[in-house]
């Protein structure tokens, strides 16, 4: 019984900290696609010759869509094999 009621708590703490390093990754993830659309953005306006208004709000700046593609999907598809026959 101890045998399992100690793996039960390893198992437990794995998982706990694989939850703690994706939520870890997704507030990165996300600080990072923010500065990112922030420079895209600063950039479109730059080779249109505007400047930067400050009425320009981060709600605003959330639902601007990025034009990035690769953004929407993987890198690799998951029901593609990674090699063929």
Not at 29 to 43: K, N, T
């Amino acid at each position: 019984m101890s045998l399992i009621s100690g793996v039960w708590m390893a198992s437990n703490e794995a998982y706990q900290g694989l939850a703690l390093r994706l939520i870890q990754q997704e507030a990165k993830r996300l600080q990072l696609r923010g500065s990112f659309d922030a420079h895209e953005i600063a950039e479109h306006l730059r080779a249109n010759g505007k400047q930067i208004q400050p009425s320009i709000s981060s709600k605003d700046l959330k639902r601007e869509s990025s034009r990035v593609s690769s953004r929407n999907r993987s890198l690799r598809p998951v029901t593609k094999p990674t090699f063929a026959n």
